[in-house]
Structures are given as C-alpha cells and as structure tokens.
C-alpha cells in the first residue's frame, strides 16, 4: 500500500514537473533558472525511467554475460583442477551410457505391468512351440532309431546268410558234430566213383550239412570218375582210404551208412571193403573248396 | 577439450570393464545418463555464449542427476515409476533440444 501511494504522489509530482516545464517554455523570462530546473528535469525523467522500468525478476535478462563472476586472476592449479573435473564427470557419463546401453536388454524391473503380460504371454507361446518342436524332433529320433534297429538286423541277417551260404559254397570252414567214415581199398573189387557217389548221396539224404572226401570240401558240383584206373573227385586223385567227414545229426548220418542192405554193407559185402564209422562232436572241416566265378548266371536285379 | 577427453575416457572404459550393476540401481542409470546428458548440452550451450563456468556445471551435473534420480524412486515409491521416468525423460528431453537448438543457432550464425 505504501509502495503504491508513494507511485501516485511521485505521478502527481511528475505531471506538476511537466506542467511546470511547459509553462517555463513558454515564459522566456525567467531564463536565469534555466540550467539548474534542466538537470533537475532531466535527473526526474532518469529517475521516471528507472521507476517505470517493466523488468522484474520475472522476466530475467538472457544473453546478459555475468561480470565479475570468474575472478580475472586464475592460476594454473585451478583451472587444472577444474577442467579435470569436468573431464571425470563426462567421463562419468559416457561410462554410465555405455553401461546402461549394454546392460539394457534385461531390465525386467523398470517394465510396466501390460509389458510384463505381454513379455509372459509370449514366452508362454515360445514355450508351446519349442515343446512342439520337441515332440516333433523326438517322435523323428524314435522313427530313426527304429530304422536304425532295422538296419541293423538287416545286416545281421545278411551276415548270417553270408554265413550260411559261404558254408554251403564251401567258401568258408566249418565244424560241429558229425561223422568220420573210413573206408579202405575193397579186397574183392576196386572201389568205383558210384559207391562214392551213393554213399555221398546217402549223406546228403540224411542231412549231412558239410562234407569233405579227403581233404576236398564237397560242394553242388563235386564229382567222382575213374581216370586211367585211378580215383579222382574233382579232377585230384584221391587213394585209399576214403575218408568221409560229414557235420550233420550223427545217429542219421550213421544210420544211413549202417542201414541194412545199405550203401555200407554194400561196401563190405560186394566189394569187401572196411567200412570204420567215427562218430565226433566235433568234426571239422578246414577245407574249403576254390570259388567258381560265375560266367553265365547273374544275379536278377 | 577436457570434456571431450573425459567422454572418450569414459566410453573406453566402459568398453573395456563391465561391472555388474546393483539391481538397486538398475532403474535409475538411464535416468541419470539422460540428466548428465542434459546438464553437458548446457554446459556446451554457456561455452557458446561464453558465460560457462565450471563450477555452475559441476553443480548443475549433480543438481540434474540427483533430482532425476530423486524423481524417479519418489514414482517407483508411489507406483508410478514407470510414469515418472517417462515424464523425466521428456522433460529432460525437451531440454536437450532447446539446448542444441541454441547451440546451432551460434554455431550457424557464426
């Protein structure tokens, strides 16, 4: 209130100024008191000026460098000291920013509660899917295993057969029980390729699996002839005494031989010959016949 | 110059050691990253107008820093965290554009 009363009086004083400069303008007689009622003139209006003055600290004065506010004089170690700070804080600053920018990928804890939904919904989903995935892949590793069984029997039936069949082309040796029949040069006649050869059948009929006459495996195409009075199987000469080795079930192998009126008596009754029967459990025949390569039969794809 | 020194300091550092933050802090680092920012661009804009002062910038960096930090765990204390971090970063961000637009302003006018 005081403020203000004092502007208006300090407004009545200022028109009662003007007033009375106007009226001195117009009176060129009191010229004397000219100078001195300038500067007071003058020395109001600066005053006016100050008092109508719009700045307040509302509106601050921008752009308006600060003087005096460094001292002039600085020494080295200050302004050392203060540039050295200001490079730890910008320091501090690019370290935090390279910090939060490699760190900012798991900030679970600043995330809002729908991102959180979101982030858990789509984990969720990942999971179904990773599990589907799962399923798939293992439901195809069953498939494969079982493939892999079956190829892995496959290959053992095709070693068993490779087996069986290398016995039976004589590729390969065998053993097992079975019968050794002996049989000497005959008193009354000379043995002849057909007795050999019936009493092979003989064999044959009652299962013998593998055979050997004197050191030569009998195969599919294993003959007996007689050769400038000489016996030979399979293009050797072969001497008394045969020797029949035969792997099969024993008593049948023996019964086929000791049968009466059986290709054994006929060996001892017709051509006087000694018929010695051995039977083993262990029989084994190392030899093996020479592999034929096939010139006409091909394997039909 | 040392202000460009010390960021590239800092920057290398911050390559080179990788310090596990404190979850404590987790929240706040961006938001003082962001206020230390600011208080630099300031720093930058009273250096073009040659009224820059180490001391004002020394306290501004840490008046800014302090009270964003401040700000943001009062929002996390009162629920609003995430909200107040938003309203931070704008603030600030704000700032950080009149800053530079002031800045290229002397830059350009020379």
């Known amino acids: ?301 | 110059m040392a202000a460009v020194l010390g960021l590239i300091i800092g920057v290398v550092v911050g390559v080179f050691v990788r310090p596990d933050i404190p979850i404590g802090l987790q929240p706040y680092l961006p938001i003082m990253v962001v206020a230390a920012l600011d208080a630099l661009l300031g720093a930058a804009r009273a250096y073009f107008e040659r009224s820059f002062s180490d001391k004002v910038f020394v306290i501004s960096f840490f008046a800014n820093v302090i009270t964003a930090t401040l700000l943001v765990l009062l929002g996390n204390q009162l629920g609003v965290g995430s909200q107040l971090t938003t309203a931070v970063i704008v603030v600030l961000g704000i700032r950080i554009f009149s800053n530079v637009s002031t800045i290229r302003r002397f830059i350009f006018k020379g």
């Not at chain 1, 600043?110 to 984990?123: A, C, F, P, Q, W």
């Not at chain 1, 190829?151 to 290398?166: C, H, T």
């Open chain 1, 1 to 301: 209130m005081a403020d203000q009363h004092q502007f208006e009086t300090h407004n009545a004083q200022s028109q009662s100024q003007a007033k009375s400069q106007r009226k001195n303008n117009t009176d060129p007689e009191n010229t004397q008191e000219q100078p001195d009622l300038l500067h007071k003139i003058s020395q109001r209006r600066a005053q006016d000026r100050e008092n109508d003055s719009t700045e307040t600290g509302a509106f601050p004065a921008v752009n308006k460098a600060i003087p005096n506010l460094k001292p002039k004089t600085r020494t080295l170690r200050t302004k050392l000291i203060s540039s050295s700070l200001v490079a730890v804080l910008c320091a501090l600053l690019g370290y935090g920013y390279v910090i939060q920018s490699n760190n900012s990928g798991e900030a679970v804890e600043t995330m809002s509660e729908s991102e959180l939904t979101r982030l858990i919904s789509d984990t969720n989903m990942q999971v179904d899917r990773l599990k589907d995935r799962k399923e798939q892949l293992s439901s195809q590793l069953r498939s494969l295993q079982e493939a892999a069984d079956k190829q892995s029997q496959a290959q053992r039936i095709a070693e068993e057969n490779a087996a069986a069949s290398g016995i039976l082309s004589g590729r390969l040796p065998a053993e097992g029980p079975g019968v050794i029949v002996r049989i000497s040069q005959g008193d009354k006649k000379n043995i002849d390729p057909a007795i050999l050869f019936t009493l092979l059948e003989e064999l044959r009929n009652s299962g013998a699996e593998v055979i050997a006459v004197n050191d030569i495996r009998v195969v599919t195409s294993t003959y007996f002839a007689q050769r400038d009075g000489t016996l030979n199987c399979d293009g050797i000469v072969i001497k008394s005494p045969y020797v029949f080795k035969a792997i099969g079930d024993t008593t049948n192998l023996q019964n086929a031989v000791n049968m009466a009126g059986g290709v054994g008596s006929q060996l001892s009754v017709k051509y006087g010959a000694k018929v010695s029967i051995e039977t083993s459990d262990d029989v084994k025949i190392t030899e093996v016949a020479p592999t034929t390569d096939y010139q006409y039969a091909k394997i039909v794809e």
